[in-house]
């Protein structure tokens, strides 16, 4: 059984297929899915992908963004709070007699796989409990980087040439504020900068969320961009994450700016920037979250990405055919250039509800990144994917009018 | 001489190209570009468009988005207020020999047009002003369509085909919110419509800002969808422009909502309904501004757009060596199915300044767009343009450090 957990990415449902093709491979005999992750599972919302698939081009998953069988944000009690959820889900797994169930998922979700495992071990029941990650965020532990997030980058570095090109084209100064999601790590952010790699200028100035940030500074950077260079506009980059560190010019750190009414509970850093500099500078200052575009952009996802995200699916399934439980499959990275990976695994409760951030030696300064995250990045953003299409746009899967199995 | 004005589009320099390149097949001696539009023109920033073309893969500006040469919002003073600024440029024409100017840009470019026009006429110059349309708003009179607003239209139709699936992944109810560019006209965000062309719902709800669009309606709509809805979330796309009318549910109209620190003023509408919504449902409410990335999304282009924008270039410098003077190339609808145009041009003078609105049988009621609509938007966003690349990113040209002609 396999369900999906958490935030869309472009990649999650390639993850599903390798999973679903890796299984058939080896002569499972039915692949159940569990819409709306645990969630759903707990409430028997359980699909027999096999009869979904029939007549299904299923190859289209590899195209489609975000949850095909659905997702959900919960997280499990634990055992001693509430284990009759625990049972209920053991009931459904022995009544449909499920050998394995993998979880889609990023740290919150293998958490549950923890928990779950944990379980089922305690009961003396043999079932492999396995992760598979996925995060357009990147900021899970134990694996060099998690699938859907090749996309997501690759959806940053492009939509920056192309706000370069636009913000070019006038000779007044302009500052250009992009927020990037990103709320504990600045890994997506970075990706900004692979906009240089094709001989732009790329982001004038980056700031991940770990690096330390002050309006004072902050200003002063946009100064030095400003009198420095050739052109009129300065293009920034910000984590959604970024933590805003002192009071000053009138703001009372971004915390004050929210207000009871609730307006600016609704906007973001980047907004929050754009009214600071508006009000320090004078010139046009305009900002953009990029917002859902960049964890659902399937017509511009990664090769690489989707590739993997397949195979690290495929791989959960040996794992679970080895006996393994509680564990996450990982990605790990042999070499940048050839770019070669390897796939492996690590204890699901090593990771669960960690955050990866970025390291020292991927920064550069209060804002930039360094050689060494291009260096990183820039594999995880290689291959077009030919997208199937029709009228002029994208062809994607849905999971229509789901008939839920009976499990009475 | 041609020069590029007003808001970026993905197609604006294949209109170059073809200005470029017809010119060069009828043999004409010298192709100029005068820089940052009518600006940089009174300012001499001219460059000898053959000597930035040699050695340089002009292919490239199909796929380039925004303005190569560069833009400005300058609008030229009446003859009679200031004809120095006229004799500047007919000074800098008749030094360059120049024969034809071709000015790509919108409604307001095409005042210039006409105003040049006007004044190399009243002083006895044979002088060819013609205007080459573009603008993603598609609101030129007296053209079918504009240059530009097809790949603007791909792009809002592919992004919310993604939203969709992002926004289905959860059970709990959710409403999100896009909010399209098109201050006078609603034709972009009508092209929203088109995502439900490959099988999928599609958004809910759209307000063109042709629509009557009040709070208590909106409420009212949005609880239909709601409660007759299989899926949890609503999607709405909204106009940039649209207009608010009434005082009501404590918003004191959408100016009432904007403060003195300028909070409000920079948010759009879309956030402005988003604050409304929470406030009267008490669910997850999104906003989304589409904000730059819809008007300079190349990666994402329509093959019918660009091609289409590269003959009216050419097409243009057809009219211009007819003697033909204050004129803009258009294009003309000869059918839908199969897809026809013919090419044609308007006085500029007649569609200076104006905007043409989408019609009464375009819309459907006060909450959607009519099949006609979708008649008249599907042809636009046909065709794929295989994009160059170069690290798994878009290849972009750029004038890199031009070098002005010397006009001593």
């Known amino acids: 059984m396999v369900a999906q957990s958490g935030g869309p990415t472009v990649a999650i449902n390639a993850s599903l297929l390798g999973i679903y093709e890796k299984a058939k491979q080896i002569g499972v005999k039915k692949v159940y899915g569990a819409c709306f992750g645990v969630e759903g599972l707990i409430e028997g919302k359980i699909v027999d992908l096999d009869e979904v698939f029939a007549g299904f081009r299923r190859n289209l998953l590899m195209q489609t963004p975000a949850c095909f069988l659905g997702s959900c944000r919960k997280r499990l009690p634990l055992v001693n709070d509430d284990s009759l959820i625990y049972d209920k889900i053991l009931n459904i797994f022995k009544k449909l007699d499920v050998g394995a169930f993998f979880y889609i998922g990023g740290n919150d979700s293998m958490e549950t796989v923890a928990k779950m495992s944990a379980y089922v071990k305690s009961v003396g029941c043999e079932i492999s409990i396995v992760g598979v990650p996925k995060t357009i965020d990147n900021d899970l532990f134990g694996t060099d980087h998690c ?225 060494k995250a291009v260096d990183y990045l820039k594999p995880l953003i290689q291959g077009e994917v030919l997208i199937e299409r029709k009228n002029g746009l994208p062809l994607y899967a849905q999971l229509n009018e789901a008939t839920y199995i009976d499990l009475e």
């Open 147 to 371: 699938p859907g997030f090749g996309s997501a980058a690759k959806f940053v570095a492009t939509t920056f040439l192309e706000l370069e090109r636009d913000c070019s084209v006038y000779c007044f100064p302009a500052i250009t504020i992009v927020e990037i999601m990103g709320r504990d790590a600045g890994w997506l952010t970075a990706a900004a900068a692979l906009a240089r790699l094709n001989g732009m200028q790329g982001p004038n100035l980056i700031y991940c969320c770990e690096q330390s940030f002050r309006l004072d500074d902050f200003f002063a950077d946009l100064n030095g961009e400003i009198k420095n260079k050739k052109k009129a506009f300065v293009l920034v980059a910000v984590s959604e994450g970024l933590q805003i560190l002192e009071k000053s010019k009138g703001f009372e750190g971004k915390k004050g700016w929210f207000d009871e009414f609730g307006h600016a509970k609704n906007s973001g850093v980047a907004k929050f920037l754009e009214i600071a500099v508006k009000k320090e500078f004078g010139c046009k200052v305009r900002s953009i979250e990029l917002s859902l575009p960049q964890r659902c952009c399937a017509h511009l996802a990664s090769g690489v990405d989707l590739q993997e995200s397949r195979q690290v699916g495929a791989y959960a399934v040996d794992l679970a055919q080895e006996g393994l439980n509680g564990v996450m499959a990982t990605i790990k990275r042999v070499s940048n250039e050839p770019y070669r990976i390897e796939f492996g695994f690590v204890e699901a409760l090593k990771i669960a509800g960690k955050v990866k951030q970025m390291s020292f030696e991927m920064l550069s300064g209060r804002n930039d990144v360094s050689k």
